[in-house]
């Protein structure tokens, strides 16, 4: 896994997050940090967790031995 996949997935995570705590809590973390949904820093942050998705779903259909997963070979011998 690249270092860019790595930064997706944990801005992927990060955004899971907020959206349980929005969902069970009415609570925008991310809002409550950088100043409200409208300000520029939580609305840049809100397009790093989408583009990272958009990343982390190119991932989902890449076949499995381009993500480096290798099965152990067993020997019949």
């Known amino acids: 896994m690249s270092t860019l996949q790595r930064i997706a997935l ?9 959206w ?4 069970f809590f ?7 940090i950088f100043g409200g949904q409208a300000s ?5 942050v809100y397009a790093l967790v ?3 998705g958009l990343i982390n779903l190119v991932l989902l259909f890449k076949p499995t031995e381009e993500l480096g997963r290798t099965e152990p070979k067993i020997s019949r011998t």
Do not use: K
Not at 20 to 23: D, F, H, P, Q
Not at 26 to 32: Q, S
Not at 40 to 44: D, K, V
């Open 40 to 44: 520029a820093f939580a609305r840049i």
């Open 50 to 52: 989408g583009i990272a």
């Open 20 to 23: 349980g705590l929005i969902g």
């Open 10 to 18: 944990l801005l992927t995570v990060i955004g899971a997050l907020n």
């Open 26 to 32: 009415r609570f925008d973390l991310v809002a409550a």
